[in-house]
């Protein structure tokens, strides 16, 4: 029971900090907070739910085209509802309103198209969503296989960020006029940005939908999971996702052992709370205090 429990929350554990790292691939250049990014992880799996299960597309290649698709439509997010603010102050919070609004959209025009029913989705070949015989613990081939991508993605976009691009990326997030001077752009870093965090909530959204099901209500769940996984993990941080991530998805499994199930947004806010408290800036914040 214990050994389900933890299973279960590494599982969903995963998929917060895959949100987590769309915020942080977007906050990095921007400081902006997409509060559309769920809604585009909503559109992934509502993809794959039109995709696979309607249309008989290829799993692989459903997957592919998903993520080029969404990662036009935040490309088009950041031009339309970003771009003109941060043009106007790069230190505004105009975007709020603004993404917010992109994030609305997005709900009534899906909502349009499908019910609120959820949808089953296939796991990808070779893997499976059933469980298997491994001395009582109910794991199946796909939760290893999305908890090793999950680590594996942490680790790629980190390294993502120690190439040439990267290192531009992190030069407009300490200082984007002193990044301009030194022949950066940061809008193109931006657009770039926005396109990268559209491909991985694509993505997130499609390795969600085996085990949680398609549905137009997933993406404000996981909006929320993922927001407190990159609060706790630290703003800019993947690899503080990562163990925020994980952090959250084995709390709220073990409150709902112990407790009930109706807890777990109580239990993870609590854990938010309680380690914003000890840590302002998350447990591995690489934002630092400026004397000016």
């Known amino acids: 029971m214990w050994l389900d429990a933890i299973v279960s929350g590494l599982t969903a554990g995963s998929l917060y900090c895959l949100v987590a790292m769309g915020f942080n691939i977007l906050y990095r250049p921007t400081k902006v907070f997409n509060f559309a990014q769920g809604d585009l992880v909503m559109l992934g799996s509502m993809a794959s739910a039109l995709l696979i299960t309607q249309q008989s597309w290829p799993w692989y290649a459903a997957l592919a085209a998903a993520m080029v698709a969404i990662a036009l439509l935040a490309l088009l997010e950041e031009r339309i509802a970003v771009a003109p603010v941060l043009k106007r102050s790069a230190n505004g919070t105009a975007w709020i309103i603004t993404t917010l609004a992109v994030s609305m959209i997005i709900t009534n025009a899906v909502g349009k198209v499908w019910g609120p029913d959820p949808i089953v989705v296939h796991a990808p070949p070779p893997f499976s969503v059933g469980v298997l015989p491994l001395n009582g613990v109910s794991v199946s081939s796909y939760q290893i296989a999305l908890i090793a991508l999950t680590l594996l993605l942490v680790f790629g976009i980190d390294q993502l960020y120690r190439s040439l691009w990267g290192k531009a990326t992190l030069a407009v997030a300490e200082d984007r006029d002193a990044a301009l001077l030194r022949g950066i752009d940061p809008g193109s870093i931006s657009r770039w940005s926005f396109a990268l965090g559209g491909m991985l909530a694509g993505a997130t959204g499609y390795l969600a939908s085996p085990v949680l099901s398609a549905s137009t209500t997933l993406g404000g769940v996981l909006?929320?999971?993922?927001?407190?996984?990159?609060?706790?993990?630290?703003?800019?941080?993947?690899?503080?996702?990562?163990?925020?991530?994980?952090?959250?998805?084995?709390?709220?499994?073990?409150?709902?052992?112990?407790?009930?199930?109706?807890?777990?947004?109580?239990?993870?806010?609590?854990?938010?709370?309680?380690?914003?408290?000890?840590?302002?800036g998350g447990l591995f914040s690489t934002l630092e205090a400026r004397t000016v």
């Open 223 to 280: 909006l929320l999971k993922g927001f407190a996984a990159a609060a706790i993990g630290g703003l800019g941080s993947n690899r503080g996702a990562l163990i925020a991530g994980y952090m959250i998805g084995l709390v709220e499994a073990m409150s709902a052992l112990l407790l009930s199930p109706g807890y777990d947004n109580a239990v993870m806010l609590a854990l938010v709370l309680i380690v914003l408290l000890a840590r302002p």
